[in-house]
């Protein structure tokens, strides 16, 4: 196999060496664990690097690096091995392999369950990536569901004192948003007679139409289904959308489907908590703009005024609930569901701006939320507990570490010249002009957000040092290795933002176009 022709077969499936690698070492062997999946997560990164500099054409609207062959074939019924990526999902499969990478470095003091533990942080990698440039979404579906039981375990075997309850609650939140995204599947397909999200040349050149593109020249005949095309009251195209905006909303999360989240994020480990906040909340948002909107235009329009108001409701109701947080991973956890907030509020929008800061947003809250989780992790391998109220003027007995955590803290609040200040300022921006006073509100958000991490410094770094912390290490040299990739992106992408925004803008045009008569 060519690995440049194979490029996103390769990123998505070489972690599964990795895998196979693990379950033939010796319990014992612990370092050499380590080892291996550390360098079946660095190839899938060094991939991911050559795609974004040199493999991916970042003018281009196309979705490019396609592969295309025959996967299940039993009459009628042909599912491909379909992929692609664009300007949309390229940078996220960046990220995913960084955040993957990244999170086996955070994962070193693991030692209960080693094999077990690598083998489906590997597996989960395969999930996200292959969930991301999925081009089928019958694949896209086997994707999302790899996704689900590799985090279950990781939470329910490796997590705090409520994981069980943590676990079964992700999973069964996530199982029941997979059902109703499986039966909008398959009543496309009972439909159309096709799984392909992107139109393909056939062997003969000839080209053959995929869903988005029936969606948007209305050829889905609703009449196929039933004698009237609808379910549960509302015409074919209207429970599709809602059937696929839950599901997807589950993952992102949107309120009143986020209660999950946090506890999820608490009982997690850190490196799990990472990987959530940093790339699986973005699965939501992904799944919104690649199929869950497209494949449904007239209602995505329809309801896109409630869609809005969900999304500030997210921005404001999560940040007020962060500031009313002691625990310090869940004022992290709920400050995710603030932030998440804008890509919705975006999407709704349907202006280039907003749609900009939308996409924009997925990627910088994926660096600075990991940083965040990042750094509630070292204070905890410390101080063993997360209470605000019990630290102190950590500042001096730890510098290093408060300086890493203000620079981290900053970023999430949309400091000017780090990266987060953009993509909320053009998701604001963009969406002024259809949706003013949600904007309005929403800035509401932006204002507590600063008011609950700026306070967050003041109960653990300032004031007098308590004496139960005198003897607390700062930060050492591994977490700032796992801290420092992402501080480096807040950085680059606050002071160039253009360098990530250009390779999203075709992404963002090819959008809009599937919606005509939108202007």
Same mark, same amino acid.
């Given at each position: 196999?060519?690995?440049?022709?194979?490029?996103?077969?390769?990123?998505?499936?070489?972690?599964?060496?990795?895998?196979?690698?693990?379950?033939?070492?010796?319990?014992?062997?612990?370092?050499?664990?380590?080892?291996?999946?550390?360098?079946?997560?660095?190839?899938?990164?060094?991939?991911?690097?050559?795609?974004?500099?040199?493999?991916? !054409?970042?003018?281009?609207?196309?979705?490019?690096?396609?592969?295309?062959? +025959?996967?299940?074939?039993?009459?009628?019924?042909?599912?491909?091995?379909?992929?692609?990526?664009?300007?949309?999902?390229?940078?996220?499969?960046?990220?995913?392999?960084?955040?993957?990478?990244?999170?086996?470095?955070?994962?070193?003091? #693991?030692?209960?369950?080693?094999?077990?533990?690598?083998?489906?942080?590997?597996?989960?990698?395969?999930?996200?990536?292959?969930?991301?440039?999925?081009?089928?979404?019958?694949?896209?579906?086997?994707?999302?569901?790899?996704?689900?039981?590799?985090?279950?375990?990781? #939470?329910?075997?490796?997590?705090?004192?409520?994981?069980?309850?943590?676990?079964?609650?992700?999973?069964?939140?996530?199982?029941?948003?997979?059902?109703?995204?499986?039966?909008?599947?398959?009543?496309?397909?009972?439909?159309?007679?096709?799984?392909? #999200?992107?139109?393909?040349? !056939?062997?003969?050149?000839?080209?053959?139409?995929?869903?988005?593109?029936?969606?948007?020249? &209305?050829?889905?005949?609703?009449?196929?289904?039933?004698?009237?095309?609808?379910?549960?009251?509302?015409?074919?195209?209207?429970?599709?959308?809602?059937?696929?905006?839950?599901?997807?909303?589950?993952? %992102?999360?949107?309120? /009143?489907?986020?209660?999950?989240?946090? !506890?999820?994020?608490?009982?997690? /480990?850190?490196?799990?908590?990472?990987?959530?906040?940093?790339?699986?909340?973005?699965?939501?948002?992904?799944?919104?703009?690649?199929?869950?909107? +497209?494949?449904? +235009?007239?209602?995505?329009?329809?309801?896109?005024?409630?869609?809005?108001?969900?999304?500030?409701?997210?921005?404001?109701?999560?940040?007020?609930?962060?500031?009313?947080?002691?625990?310090?991973?869940?004022?992290?956890?709920?400050?995710?569901?603030?932030?998440?907030?804008?890509?919705?509020?975006?999407?709704?929008?349907?202006? !280039?701006?907003?749609? &900009?800061?939308?996409?924009?947003?997925?990627?910088?809250?994926?660096?600075?939320?990991?940083?965040?989780?990042?750094?509630?992790?070292?204070?905890?391998?410390?101080?063993?507990?997360?209470?605000?109220?019990?630290?102190?003027?950590?500042?001096?007995?730890?510098?290093?570490?408060?300086?890493?955590?203000?620079?981290?803290?900053?970023?999430?609040?949309?400091?000017?010249?780090?990266?987060?200040?953009?993509?909320?300022?053009?998701?604001?921006?963009?969406?002024?002009?259809?949706?003013?006073?949600?904007?309005?509100?929403?800035?509401?958000?932006?204002?507590?957000?600063?008011?609950?991490?700026?306070?967050?410094?003041?109960?653990?770094?300032?004031?007098?040092?308590?004496?139960?912390?005198?003897?607390?290490?700062?930060?050492?040299?591994?977490?700032?290795?796992?801290?420092?990739?992402?501080?480096?992106?807040?950085?680059?992408?606050? %002071?160039?933002?253009?360098?990530? #925004?250009?390779?999203?803008? +075709?992404?963002?045009?090819?959008?809009?176009?599937?919606? /005509?008569?939108?202007?």
């Amino acid at each position: 196999m060519n690995v440049a022709s194979n490029l996103l077969s390769w990123i998505t499936f070489f972690p599964l060496v990795g895998i196979l690698a693990i379950m033939c070492l010796p319990s014992a062997q612990k370092q050499l664990i380590r080892l291996v999946a550390i360098v079946a997560s660095a190839v899938p990164l060094g991939l991911s690097l050559y795609m974004w500099f040199w493999g991916f !054409d970042g003018a281009s609207e196309r979705m490019q690096l396609i592969e295309r062959a +025959p996967w299940i074939q039993a009459g009628n019924f042909v599912v491909q091995y379909f992929v692609g990526v664009d300007g949309l999902s390229m940078p996220l499969v960046a990220l995913t392999c960084l955040l993957l990478f990244i999170g086996v470095f955070a994962s070193w003091n #693991i030692e209960r369950g080693l094999k077990g533990y690598f083998a489906l942080l590997l597996l989960l990698e395969i999930g996200i990536n292959g969930t991301f440039v999925s081009l089928d979404m019958f694949l896209f579906y086997v994707f999302w569901e790899i996704m689900l039981l590799p985090m279950y375990f990781l #939470i329910g075997i490796w997590g705090g004192p409520r994981r069980e309850y943590a676990a079964i609650k992700f999973f069964l939140y996530t199982l029941a948003g997979s059902v109703l995204m499986l039966v909008a599947i398959v009543a496309i397909y009972i439909i159309t007679g096709r799984f392909n #999200i992107q139109s393909y040349l !056939d062997v003969n050149g000839n080209n053959v139409a995929g869903l988005l593109e029936l969606a948007r020249t &209305k050829n889905i005949n609703p009449q196929v289904l039933t004698a009237n095309g609808m379910l549960l009251g509302l015409p074919f195209q209207d429970w599709i959308f809602w059937f696929f905006f839950i599901a997807f909303a589950i993952k %992102v999360p949107v309120f /009143p489907f986020h209660t999950w989240l946090p !506890d999820a994020h608490v009982e997690a /480990p850190t490196p799990i908590s990472v990987i959530l906040a940093g790339i699986l909340l973005k699965l939501g948002g992904y799944g919104m703009l690649r199929i869950g909107f +497209p494949i449904a +235009p007239e209602s995505f329009m329809k309801y896109r005024d409630f869609l809005a108001v969900l999304g500030t409701i997210n921005i404001v109701y999560g940040a007020y609930v962060a500031m009313g947080q002691t625990d310090f991973k869940k004022l992290v956890a709920y400050s995710s569901v603030s932030h998440m907030g804008y890509v919705l509020l975006g999407a709704a929008s349907m202006t !280039d701006m907003g749609l &900009k800061g939308a996409t924009l947003q997925m990627f910088n809250h994926g660096t600075s939320s990991a940083m965040l989780f990042l750094i509630v992790g070292v204070l905890y391998d410390r101080a063993h507990h997360r209470d605000l109220n019990g630290f102190g003027g950590l500042m001096t007995q730890m510098p290093r570490y408060g300086g890493w955590t203000t620079l981290g803290f900053f970023a999430a609040l949309g400091l000017p010249g780090l990266a987060g200040f953009w993509s909320e300022a053009m998701t604001l921006l963009g969406s002024f002009g259809p949706y003013p006073t949600l904007t309005i509100i929403s800035g509401l958000g932006v204002l507590m957000t600063a008011a609950f991490l700026l306070w967050t410094i003041q109960r653990v770094f300032l004031g007098p040092l308590n004496p139960k912390y005198a003897k607390l290490p700062d930060i050492s040299a591994r977490e700032i290795f796992c801290q420092a990739p992402f501080a480096a992106l807040c950085i680059v992408f606050g %002071v160039a933002p253009a360098m990530l #925004i250009n390779i999203l803008a +075709p992404a963002v045009k090819s959008y809009l176009a599937m919606f /005509p008569g939108l202007h």
